[in-house]
């Protein structure tokens, strides 16, 4: 092929990469402005529907019941129909009930919409992780899932003063109806621009051997598969999805009760809490997208060790910190301290938030990216039924969140512990006797 006609593909190619990573990135800012405008808003909607904190912990919970079914229907999907058409249902399909919201009149129609919500937004993470690992090399993964994912923490910063503003200047239904119209333009962007790169256009199989990097093998018509349930029996898997659930556990915790924490027992205003609400989320943001470059740092600095060293080690020892920090934010006096210790763990936490997804592309060959990934999704993401539930159950009875902070530093700590003791590399001899299955 001539050169310059080369060059000219690869730059077209590059220059897609690029736009599909920013449009992850946005589809991430999107989804946590939807997710938080409940949050944000939870004061005036449980005031304005005489909602208990019991009923707003479980119209928190019932998010997550939908979503962590969609995380595996997600992956499925984005596996058999591509991330692209998959993202794009899900964020139109997603914007609708967020925009529903405007009609909820009780606490039986906040149920129904937050579950169809949930539903709906289920296989962001999961069609995102298979964008990257279809268009992005290997030793770019962690970071480049990092930096696409580090939309959603900014998502929750922006979205304190922008719907705190809206909420008291035109009313919290507003809100809902705005942040639709937002993702329905996203929607025409992604279907105009994104593009989904196939196993014929560029297959990559991924060495998992113990011991070796991750080494790109051309393969035109690959013929059979390892089965998915391989994966799923594996320690490595299933202490990955149980870290990604004490990592889930602090974020559904910040995301649906920190604005109501911020006002119910530390006495600040709707106004001071939005502009407070963003210092811990922009700090996730910075931790999300420094987290993956870091992984793949330490990938190149350690190239004698397996992968999932690198992988292992910010796991455990962020996940370590972030539970110290959130049990020290529940037992401070002080407000400033509180809230300081708080986003410290937001950070160290946010740290992880690659990782998981890392050590997925790196012991998952490509075909069972989604699936894979969708379960250790919908593992991690139970934490946020239980989460905002138990909550809601401990403010209740206990009149206070000390408690909570506490139970969601020992299920961190639990994470990390966990991580430390069985992420592991699968062994050659493991792939070697893998069941397998014919590609149709």
């Known amino acids: 092929m001539n ?16 736009l599909i990573l920013l449009l992850l990135f946005l589809a991430g800012v999107v989804n946590y402005l939807d997710r938080s405008a409940l949050s944000i808003s939870a004061p005036f909607i449980q005031k304005d529907l005489a909602l208990s904190s019991i009923e707003m912990g479980a119209i928190f919970s019932c998010f997550s019941i939908g979503y962590a079914l969609f995380n595996i229907i997600g992956g499925i999907a984005s596996d058999k129909y591509g991330a692209k058409k998959t993202l794009l249902v899900a964020m139109i399909v997603w914007s609708s009930f967020s925009g529903s919201i405007f009609f909820a009149v009780g606490f039986l129609s906040l149920i129904i919409i937050r579950i169809l919500f949930g539903m709906a937004e289920g296989p962001l993470s999961t069609t995102t992780n298979k964008m990257i690992n279809t268009w ?35 009313g919290w239904r507003i809100s809902f109806i705005i942040i639709m119209s937002i993702g329905f333009i996203w929607a025409i962007a992604w279907w105009k621009i994104a593009k989904e790169k196939t196993n014929n256009e560029y297959h ?104 999932l060293f690198s992988r292992k080690v910010i796991v455990v020892s962020c996940l370590f910190i972030a539970a110290i920090s959130i049990i020290l934010a529940g037992v401070m006096k002080n407000t400033v301290g509180s809230i300081s210790m708080l986003a410290i763990a937001v950070f160290f936490m946010y740290l992880t938030g690659a990782i998981y997804w890392g050590i997925v592309d790196d012991v998952v060959d490509s075909n069972n990216v989604g699936s894979v990934g969708g379960f250790m999704h919908a593992i991690g993401n139970c934490a946020g039924i239980l989460g905002p539930l138990v909550t809601g159950f401990i403010v209740q009875y206990t009149g206070g969140f000390t408690t909570a902070f506490i139970l969601a530093g020992l299920i961190a700590l639990v994470g990390s512990l966990g991580a430390w003791k069985f992420i592991k590399p699968i062994t050659k001899e493991e792939y070697a006797n893998a069941p397998r299955v014919a590609i149709k």
């Open 136 to 170: 992005f090399p290997p030793n770019k993964r962690a970071s480049t899932m990092g930096i696409a994912s580090s939309g959603t923490p900014l998502g929750g910063a922006i979205s304190g003063p922008i719907i705190g503003f809206i909420c008291i200047k035109y």
């Open 3 to 18: 050169l310059e006609v080369q060059t000219q593909i690869d730059t077209k190619m590059e220059r897609r990469k690029n």
């Open 204 to 307: 990559e199989v991924e060495s998992k051997v113990e011991g070796s990097k991750n080494i790109q093998i051309e393969q035109e018509k690959p013929i059979n598969k390892i089965k998915t349930s391989f994966y799923l029996k594996k320690k490595t898997i299933i202490f990955t999805a149980i870290a990604f659930f004490s990592y889930n556990y602090i974020l559904f915790f910040f995301l649906t009760w920190y604005p109501s924490y911020l006002i119910k027992e530390r006495g600040l205003s709707i106004a001071t809490m939005s502009i407070v609400n963003i210092v811990p989320w922009t700090l996730g943001f910075i931790g999300l997208a420094f987290g993956g470059i870091l992984s793949d740092k330490l990938v190149k600095k350690f190239k004698n060790r397996h992968v």
